[in-house]
Nanobody, 128 residues
Framework: QVQLVESGGGLVQAGDSLRLSCAAS????????MGWFRRAPGKEREFVAA????????YYRDSVKGRFTISRDNAKNMVYLQMNSLKPEDTAVYYC?????????????????????WGQGTQVTVSS
């Protein structure tokens, strides 16, 4: 298993950028599909982005396409979420999640089911 620690959150203004980082400890990080989820106050946790363990495929929720980019550096055991053109509705706690050796239908990456390990989250607040 891997343990996940997110960082990079903060308070920014609408239109600003942030890069979230997720550091993974443990073995075989390169074999984990990684995802980012978020939970806004009073709302359910929702999928943001995912990247397969090979890095060959990425997935995004519609509202962040063209603004957010997920990437990974297997040599450093890191996954990133570059967030540009932030909006107040992006305000949430962002969580990193890991799914060991997962490969499934495109729709499955946006569910929580494949993900077995979760970080503690990092707060992102976007002011208008």
């Amino acid at each position: 298993q891997v343990q996940l620690v997110e960082s990079g959150g903060g308070l920014v203004q609408a239109g600003d950028s942030l890069r979230l980082s997720c550091a993974a400890s443990g073995r075989s990080f390169s074999l984990y599909t990684m995802g980012w989820f978020r939970r806004a106050p009073g709302k359910e946790r929702e999928f943001v982005a995912a990247i397969t363990w090979s890095g060959g495929r990425t997935y995004y929720r519609d509202s962040v396409k063209g603004r957010f980019t997920i990437s990974r550096d297997n040599a450093k055991n890191m996954v990133y979420l570059q967030m540009n053109s932030l909006k107040p509705e992006d305000t949430a706690v962002y969580y990193c999640a890991a799914a060991p050796m997962y490969s499934g239908s495109s729709g499955s990456y946006s569910t929580t089911r494949p993900y077995e390990m979760w970080g503690q989250g990092t707060q992102v607040t976007v002011s208008s």
